[in-house]
C-alpha cells in the first residue's frame, strides 16, 4: 500500500548515474542526429522495474541494501546505433564481472517480487539519442568510469521527454561514500 501522497505504483528502475567527469568525456562522443538524450538523464539501465507499489519497492530497497556488489571499473570503447529502434549508444566491449553479479542479483531479486524477467541477454550500454540514423558500429578511445554506487530512479514520461528523479543511492564495496 503506498504511502499517504505517493502514487500508488511509480516507473521505477535500477541504473549506474555516472558523474560529471565521465559525462564531459561522453558528451564528446554525441551523434548530430536524431533526437538528443539530455546529459542529465544519461545512465546505465541495470533492471528495469515498471510500475512497482510502495510495498514492492521497499522490498527491492532492502535487497539493495542487503546486497554487497564491489566496485568496478567500466570501459566505454564502443559507439553504434541499433537499426532497429534508432537507439545510438555507448557500451563496453568486455562486461566487468562485478557489474555482471550485480545485475543479476538485483534482477533475481525483482524477479522474487513479481516484476517480469527480461528475456535478452542483459547488454549494458549509455543511450545518447532516439530516432537516430544507423551507423555502423566503432572503436572508441575508451572512457574509464569508477563504478561506485548504483542507485533507484524514478521515471516519469510526460510530452517533451523522460524526466528522472534518483531516489535512493547504494555504494559498492571498495568505493566512495554513501551518498
Same mark, same amino acid.
Given at each position: 500500500?503506498?504511502?499517504?501522497?505517493?502514487?500508488?505504483?511509480?516507473?521505477?528502475?535500477?541504473?549506474?548515474?555516472?558523474?560529471?567527469?565521465?559525462?564531459?568525456?561522453?558528451?564528446?562522443?554525441?551523434?548530430?542526429?536524431?533526437?538528443?538524450?539530455?546529459?542529465?538523464?544519461?545512465?546505465?539501465? &541495470?533492471?528495469?522495474?515498471?510500475?512497482?507499489? $510502495?510495498?514492492? /519497492?521497499?522490498? %527491492?530497497?532492502? @535487497?539493495?541494501? #542487503? *546486497?554487497?556488489?564491489?566496485?568496478?571499473?567500466?570501459?566505454?570503447?564502443?559507439?553504434?546505433?541499433?537499426?532497429?529502434?534508432?537507439?545510438?549508444? &555507448?557500451?563496453?566491449?568486455?562486461?566487468?564481472? $562485478?557489474?555482471? /553479479?550485480?545485475? %543479476?542479483?538485483? @534482477?533475481?531479486? #525483482? *524477479?522474487?517480487?513479481?516484476?517480469?524477467?527480461?528475456?535478452?541477454?542483459?547488454?549494458?550500454?549509455?543511450?545518447?539519442?532516439?530516432?537516430?540514423?544507423?551507423?555502423?558500429?566503432?572503436?572508441?578511445?575508451?572512457?574509464?568510469?569508477?563504478?561506485?554506487?548504483?542507485?533507484?530512479?524514478?521515471?516519469?514520461?510526460?510530452?517533451?521527454?523522460?524526466?528522472?528523479?534518483?531516489?535512493?543511492?547504494?555504494?559498492?564495496?571498495?568505493?566512495?561514500?554513501?551518498?
Amino acid at each position: 500500500m503506498a504511502q499517504q501522497g505517493e502514487p500508488d505504483s511509480a516507473r521505477l528502475f535500477f541504473a549506474l548515474w555516472p558523474d560529471a567527469g565521465v559525462r564531459r568525456r561522453v558528451a564528446e562522443h554525441c551523434p548530430r542526429h536524431g533526437r538528443l538524450v539530455p546529459p542529465q538523464n544519461w545512465h546505465v539501465t &541495470l533492471v528495469f522495474l515498471g510500475g512497482v507499489t $510502495a510495498r514492492v /519497492r521497499a522490498a %527491492l530497497e532492502q @535487497a539493495a541494501d #542487503a *546486497a554487497d556488489p564491489e566496485a568496478f571499473s567500466l570501459s566505454l570503447d564502443r559507439r553504434g546505433c541499433w537499426r532497429r529502434s534508432g537507439i545510438f549508444w &555507448l557500451a563496453a566491449s568486455a562486461v566487468p564481472s $562485478a557489474l555482471q /553479479r550485480l545485475q %543479476l542479483q538485483l @534482477a533475481e531479486a #525483482a *524477479a522474487e517480487m513479481g516484476v517480469p524477467r527480461e528475456t535478452r541477454p542483459y547488454l549494458p550500454h549509455l543511450t545518447l539519442a532516439r530516432k537516430a540514423r544507423p551507423e555502423p558500429e566503432t572503436i572508441i578511445d575508451p572512457i574509464q568510469w569508477r563504478v561506485d554506487e548504483f542507485c533507484l530512479v524514478r521515471s516519469e514520461l510526460l510530452p517533451q521527454g523522460a524526466r528522472y528523479a534518483v531516489l535512493r543511492r547504494w555504494p559498492l564495496r571498495g568505493g566512495g561514500q554513501p551518498g
